[in-house]
């Protein structure tokens, strides 16, 4: 007779995984991680191998590439080099094709008949769509990098490359061009000259005012015809000028594709008593356009700047009459903010603005954020090829990106604004102007004066002092001084 027990019914049994799943998933996932590895333990071991062998070793030139110039210098190195920007774009797009037929061979060769083949054939398009991705935006910033280049130096004159190699210092022209859709002509809103030291790196900036009258034009320029004296006519002749005055006389200047910019490169360069080498412009939309693809810049804002405004019979007017004021105080600029701090005239004047320019042009500087900028690069570059002129080389580049890796790495920024405080500008003394930029490119060691043997230096002075007092001192706002000091001061 059965005992209850085994009358009992048996428990079912649940079907085991099947392990064929499991080596199929493992396997195409390791060959997404690391090309060809997921192959090695099937038949196409060979292909396996030599997919990761190659890898590797494309992985281990681009670290001693990095490590051989730094990350910095390495990233700026490659973007100016359009060759090699090519011959990464083929590495790129032949790496990615070869990295996903790794995936679906590994895919092939594992799988198996069974349920589930839709959900594997799934997993393995993922897979290799986790690999395009990032291989097409690749492409992508490759192929804009490389058309801005073109499109920046395509009008630069190769016999002329490297012309600054092996001279001690190299000055670059900036200059902020109020161009526009809204404007006529181009008016140089801002000018800037960078002499670096081609060896430390160490630069130096000189700001020069829009209002500069009587500025000289050298002998090897044609509007020396015009103007053999300088260009002197009162407060209608002023250095922003210079570039509409060439412009306007295009029969002086037969065959040149810019009278305007070498004429202001000529002028300025004969006020400081220095050889322009180079030169790079940008216009407002460029200007506010990086400022944008930063996320913004951090400014310590120490006058009430206003916005969309304009000085009319001593009167500040705003557009649509609304008042909109950039406050006082530590503050993130978007684009159109941080021009209109470094712009605006309205209820200040050129000498104010000029400070505002350099407190804003370092704040670029020491904030320009490399993630940021990538993120947003496509925009910008688009942006940089309509708004942005050079006159460098394209092989005349890495040499520049060079320059740029050693100023970041050990180099010094230091300005000296030409304002109303170092100079007149309605009669400047330009030889003055050239001691003052000669001595902040060379500055002297000072060396402390002695004491004479007459001095007394063993005794304490008996002239009275004063006595403290319980009175609070009101504190005395300190002038803004244009000496050459570091950019950083600048704010």
């Known amino acids: 007779m059965p005992t209850p027990e085994s009358r009992r019914p048996e428990p079912v049994r649940r079907r085991s995984a099947d392990p064929r799943n499991g080596r199929f998933y493992g396997l195409t996932a390791l060959s997404t991680l690391l090309p060809g590895a997921g192959l090695i333990p099937t038949r196409r071991r060979p292909f396996g191998v030599l997919l990761l062998l190659s890898s590797a070793l494309v992985v281990l030139l681009a670290l001693f590439y990095a490590w051989r110039k730094g990350l910095l210098g390495a990233a700026l190195d490659l973007a100016v080099r359009p060759t090699l920007l090519i011959a990464l774009l083929v590495i790129v797009v032949v790496g990615a094709i070869l990295w996903c037929l790794g995936i679906l061979l590994t895919a092939r060769e594992t799988d198996h008949e069974g349920p589930g083949g839709r959900w594997r054939s799934l997993f393995a398009i993922a897979c ?70 081609t060896t430390t790196g160490d630069t130096v900036l000189f700001g020069l005012p829009r209002n500069l009258e009587r500025v000289p034009i050298p002998a090897s320029n044609p509007l020396s015809q015009l103007w053999p004296n300088g260009y002197d006519c009162g407060d209608e002749c002023l250095l922003n000028g210079i570039w509409t005055l060439a412009t306007d006389n295009p029969d002086l200047f037969p065959g040149e594709d810019n009278p305007g910019l070498r004429s202001t490169r000529d002028v300025i360069g004969e006020i400081l008593g220095l050889d322009i080498d180079r030169t790079l412009v940008v216009d407002l939309k460029g200007f506010e356009a990086l400022v944008n693809a930063m996320g913004g810049v951090e400014v310590n804002v120490q006058e009430r700047v206003c916005m969309d405004c304009q000085l009319r019979n001593g009167r500040i007017i705003f557009s649509n009459d609304e008042e909109k004021w950039i406050e006082p105080g530590r503050q993130r600029l978007d684009g159109k903010k941080a021009l209109w701090y470094a712009r605006s005239r309205a209820g200040s004047d050129d000498f104010s603005r000029m400070r505002r320019q350099r407190c804003v042009t370092g704040a670029i500087l020491s904030q320009a954020n490399p993630a940021e900028l990538l993120k947003n690069y496509p925009a910008l570059a688009e942006v940089v090829k309509n708004n942005v002129t050079v006159d460098i080389p394209t092989s005349e580049l890495p040499a520049w990106a060079d320059l740029v890796g050693t100023i970041q790495e050990k180099g010094t920024i230091r300005s000296l604004p030409i304002t109303n405080k170092v100079v007149d500008v309605t009669d400047p003394d330009f030889d003055e102007i050239r001691e003052l930029v000669q001595s902040a490119i060379d500055p002297q060691p000072t060396t402390p004066a002695s004491p004479s043997p007459s001095e007394s230096t063993e005794y304490p002075s008996e002239e009275p002092t004063e006595e403290p007092t319980d009175e609070p001192s009101s504190p005395t706002p300190t002038a803004p001084t244009d000496e050459v000091q570091d950019l950083a001061a600048t704010c």
């Open 128 to 197: 290799c769509l986790v690999v395009l991705a990032p291989a097409a935006k690749a492409v992508q910033y490759l192929t804009i990098q490389r058309d801005v280049v073109s499109v920046l130096t395509g009008d630069a004159d190769e016999s002329d490359a490297n012309e600054w190699a092996g001279q001690p210092r190299v000055n670059v022209l900036l200059l902020g061009s109020d161009a526009g859709s809204d404007r006529i002509g181009v008016r140089t809103d801002s000018m800037m000259v960078a002499s670096i030291d």
